[in-house]
């Protein structure tokens, strides 16, 4: 269950991490992509996808929780 546990941290981590050494070692090439995307979510998609983020985030959660045996 641990390596399991470790390995999922280790998935959901890597990626970020290689992201932010993306972003510190060449900024000036992914600021542009970012504020584009900052935009397209922003003025696009509205609120929406804020709602759909938090449900889907909130499903998951609750997911994890009952297969944890935290709550009935």
Do not use: Q
């Amino acid at each position: 269950m641990v390596a399991v546990l470790a390995g999922y941290c280790l998935i959901m981590v890597v990626p970020a991490v290689l992201l932010l050494g993306v972003r510190v070692a060449f900024p000036a090439r992914v600021e542009p992509l970012l504020n584009r995307l900052n935009t397209w979510i922003t003025e696009k998609s509205g609120s929406m996808l804020g709602w759909v983020l938090g449900i889907a985030g909130f499903l998951l959660a609750r997911d994890a929780l009952a297969r944890l045996e935290l709550f009935a």
